[in-house]
């Protein structure tokens, strides 16, 4: 079997697993208060373009978003999110298990609009009974969205504007920002992200680590107590240095994006081959997860040979599902499934 359904399936790049066979015995401080964790944030805040900002290393996303959300908020406070939103579908209730609410609001495309969240707001504030209403305080979004969706920079701009202006956190989810930077279409940046959002993560577990995220917290508000509550969430590893070593490894050189790019190259190739057979896609996007509506019996076929996700369901005969690229993805796996679409369809 084949696998492209999802972006972390293999485990990490080799310059990471030889860093950390070659850093294994030394001795070193714990809870990410190493040398290595210190080396990364510091490059990362260089790569930003910042000194105004905190790093903290993460074990995962869903701890990651649980521990931001959890240490901005209080608790009569939700987040508002779009309805595909990760927060939202494919956490568990994380989120809301912690106390807060999702705040959810409609989208085609997996993005929110500053009209939206402006609209929620003044709703919010205008309702003669609005201290009985869970009160929006932070917006969540990612970058790139759940269905590989890009924000503009002007979008971006107009989110952060609408954000500052009534008072709320703007949180970006970098699970997969990798894929988003090197994207063909991208004209967001580090820096753009560390000037614009209140806390934003670059992840690590879908874009080359092992595992752990990068949260970079730039409102100063948000950085007090802040190792408590990842304390508190479980996303604190005794261990530290493994997670430094591997960010530092990704930060230098570029390899993060290097490797990102590579992923998006081939999930273009994948776009070119159903586009030559004028299949259509769910939502259109340039980074590594491609969404075609293809018929169940093609997929059947597919299924026998490749690993995907569905998505959902377009009418009698027809679905949507994911193909998903990495940084580790082959090559040779790209031009099989390439050969194969062209062949069966």
Not at 242 to 269: H, V, W
Request: charged share 20%; aromatic share 8%; net charge negative.
């Amino acid at each position: 079997m084949i696998y492209f359904n999802c972006d972390y399936n293999e485990g990490a790049h080799e310059k990471i697993m030889e860093r950390l066979m070659q850093t294994n015995m030394e001795q070193t401080e714990g809870y990410g208060c190493d040398a290595y964790c210190r080396q990364a944030g510091k490059l990362i805040l260089e790569k930003c373009r910042t000194k105004d900002a905190a790093v903290h290393f993460l074990v995962g996303g869903t701890q990651t978003n649980a521990t931001v959300i959890a240490a901005a908020l209080r608790t009569h406070q939700g987040v508002l999110a779009a309805q595909t939103a990760h927060i939202n579908a494919h956490e568990t209730g994380a989120v809301e298990a912690g106390g807060h609410k999702v705040l959810v609001l409609p989208s085609g495309n997996g993005k929110l609009t500053a009209e939206q969240v402006e609209e929620y707001y003044q709703a919010h504030i205008s309702d003669d009974s609005f201290e009985h209403i869970v009160q929006p305080k932070m917006v969540y979004i990612s970058q790139p969205t759940e269905l590989g969706t890009l924000y503009t920079l002007a979008e971006l701009t107009a989110l952060s504007s609408v954000c500052r202006k009534n008072g709320l956190y703007l949180f970006v989810d970098g699970a997969r920002l990798g894929y988003g930077l090197t994207a063909a279409d991208n004209d967001v940046t580090l820096p753009d992200l560390a000037g614009l959002s209140d806390v934003f993560y670059i992840g690590g577990t879908k874009v080359g680590a092992l595992f752990g995220e990068a949260v970079v917290i730039t409102h100063p508000a948000l950085r007090e107590d802040f190792r408590y509550v990842i304390k508190q969430h479980g996303g604190m590893l005794a261990k530290g240095r493994l997670l430094g070593i591997q960010f530092l490894t990704l930060f230098e050189n570029d390899l993060y994006l290097e490797i990102s790019r590579y992923a998006n190259e081939l999930a273009e190739q994948i776009r070119e081959a159903l586009s030559k057979k004028h299949v259509p896609l769910l939502v259109e996007n340039r980074t590594n997860q491609i969404f075609p509506i293809l018929p169940d019996e093609i997929l059947a076929r597919l299924g026998e040979k490749y690993c995907y996700t569905y998505q959902q369901r377009i009418d009698a005969g027809h679905s949507a599902v994911r193909f998903c690229t990495s940084w580790a993805t082959k090559k040779s796996a790209v031009d099989e499934l390439c050969g194969d679409l062209l062949e069966m369809l």
